[in-house]
């Protein structure tokens, strides 16, 4: 996506980069905000993001399944 401001004189945001915005799946939205892949990182720095990516989504997994067991053992 460009760095192009999308927004009006109103704050309002345009429309159509929100349609573009939908398109992307939430899992590349996510991994591209956790850690962002650029073009000129290496293959061993791509490999460390993204273990760090899926060791981050395994960590996040647990301490869900962990507040949900907490919460559904205090019901």
Avoid at 28 to 44: F, H, Y
């Amino acid at each position: 996506m460009s760095d192009v401001n999308t927004t009006d004189t109103t704050g309002n945001v345009d429309p159509v980069m929100e349609e573009e915005e939908d398109r992307v799946p939430l899992i590349q939205r996510l991994r591209s905000s956790v850690l962002p892949i650029k073009p000129d990182d290496g293959a061993a720095v791509r490999w460390m993001k993204n273990t760090g990516f899926a060791g981050f989504c395994v960590l996040f997994g647990l301490v869900s399944l962990a507040v949900v067991a907490a919460v559904t053992m205090a019901l």
